[in-house]
Nanobody, 125 residues
Framework: QLQLVESGGGLVQPGGSLRLSCAAS????????VAWVRQAPGKEREGVSC????????YYADSIKGRFTISRDNAKNTVYLQIDSLKPEDTAVYSC??????????????????WGRGTQVTVSS
């Protein structure tokens, strides 16, 4: 089955850190650009970060720049999102998306072939 599966979410206190994973199964992420997006209750979906295939160039939304780090391990067929200095406003469902040969338009992809179902991140004391 071709799919993306996110993991690593949870409940964390403000100032804490999480590392989210986006693992592909049934296909290789090597030729895919991957983006992370988030959606908080009652808010629109927000693109937070994108990483290209090939040179692994990275892009971040201004709202999270400096606190989020996207990376990829093609050998593990996984893309990661390290989130540091978490704030309550980071509470959202975080999902990953992959596009074959896609471009990152800022923190978003211009083409999407696969979506994951998301993982919940809750920041609260």
């Amino acid at each position: 089955q071709l799919q993306l599966v996110e993991s690593g979410g949870g409940l964390v206190q403000p100032g804490g850190s999480l590392r989210l994973s986006c693992a592909a199964s049934g296909f290789s992420l090597r030729n895919y650009a991957v983006a992370w997006v988030r959606q908080a209750p009652g808010k629109e979906r927000e693109g937070v970060s994108c990483i290209k295939n090939g040179d692994s160039s990275t892009y971040y939304a201004d709202s999270i720049k400096g606190r989020f780090t996207i990376s990829r391990d093609n050998a593990k067929n996984t893309v990661y999102l390290q989130i540091d200095s978490l704030k309550p406003e980071d509470t959202a469902v975080y999902s990953c998306a992959a596009g074959v040969g896609a471009a990152c338009h800022g923190s978003r992809l211009n083409t999407i072939n696969f979506w994951g179902r998301g993982t919940q991140v809750t920041v609260s004391s």
